[in-house]
């Protein structure tokens, strides 16, 4: 039984009409699904991804009107989004410097190209040569040529205060395999890397011990939680009865109608997820005009007129 890589993050963000214009426009993922928090309907949850909505492409956001997120550790403190080529990351770091944007220089860490910038709220992105592996599905409408469109996540990175308690998790629990070390850019830290499934960025966590920081507080320009992938229904179950059976304190299974869903915390206090890839974005709407209008799973529906009168429009 096996996790295949990651299948989605969740960050925060205290104002949805620039994070929609960021990530559109600038960045030109597609919105795939324009929805609320299932657990608070009076917050939007937008998804950005590639033109088909594949898992493992969704980078989703809360619209909580939360203070600025304090840094530290025992959070999800980079998320990377990957491209193909140096080529494309040329492309970007021009295309981020003309917009004016808080962006880095091309370097290499951990034999990969990498690009690290940060939207307007500090969300922490770094952008990763993936070399082109896998399929890619271009968004025929963005504004970002298709050769250098975003084509996934990964690799994501926590700060962790005890590395051997999220490592036992990981390994034991989670059946993640331990791959290799190496020095963090700024040379203060090792970084872990720790895969699923056959590897590679769309399959790794980069995990740093740090007991010298202080505790993260969530907020605005910060993660809420990462999701990993399970290709069905019958490992989703098998997930279920195997953190039951670890005794891992978790949500149970819940169904997101897009995917179904099972949440527990990492001993350092990080939110995880396993997701299914399945039903899929659109099941509710066409593939051509997904994100185009408010979408409500149908246990939701009824309430729709009291929902969309709590959101603010987007523009």
Request: glycine share 10%.
């Amino acid at each position: 039984m096996q996790l295949t890589g990651i299948h989605h993050l969740t960050a925060i963000s205290a104002k949805p009409r620039e994070n929609l214009a960021f990530y559109t426009g600038l960045l030109g993922m597609r919105l795939v699904k324009k929805t609320v928090n299932q657990d608070d309907v009076s917050a939007y949850h937008l998804f950005y991804a590639d033109g088909k909505a594949n898992p493992g492409t969704d980078l989703t956001f809360f619209d909580f009107p939360a203070p600025p997120e304090k840094r530290g550790t025992n959070s999800i403190s980079r998320t990377a989004l990957r491209v193909s080529g140096e080529k494309s990351l040329g492309y970007w770091r021009d295309r981020l410097k003309q917009a004016g944007g808080h962006s880095g220089d091309v370097v290499e860490v951990d034999g990969r190209l990498t690009l690290p910038f940060e939207d307007k709220e500090g969300q922490r992105l770094v952008l990763v040569d993936d070399g082109g592996a896998g399929d890619a599905s271009p968004w025929e409408k963005s504004a970002v040529p298709a050769e250098h469109q975003i084509r996934g996540l990964g690799p994501i990175m926590l700060n962790v205060h005890e590395l051997s308690r999220t490592e036992y998790v990981l390994t034991e629990v989670m059946n993640m395999r331990r791959a290799r070390d190496y020095a963090a850019p700024d040379a203060k830290a090792q970084v872990h890397v720790f895969k699923m499934g056959e590897g590679g960025p769309a399959a790794e966590l980069h995990v740093i011990e740090q007991k010298d920081l202080a505790v993260a507080r969530q907020g605005a320009g910060g993660v809420h939680h990462v999701a990993f992938r399970t290709p069905d229904e019958e490992q989703y179950h098998a997930w279920t009865r195997r953190l039951t059976e670890l005794r891992v304190p978790n949500s149970g299974e819940i169904d997101r109608f897009y995917f179904r869903s099972l949440y527990f915390r990492e001993p350092n206090g990080i939110l995880f997820e396993i997701a299914t890839d399945g039903p899929g974005f659109a099941t509710d709407e066409p593939m051509a005009t997904l994100g185009e209008k408010l979408a409500l799973p149908p246990f939701l529906e009824g309430r729709r007129a009291a929902i969309e009168a709590g959101l603010k429009p987007l523009g």
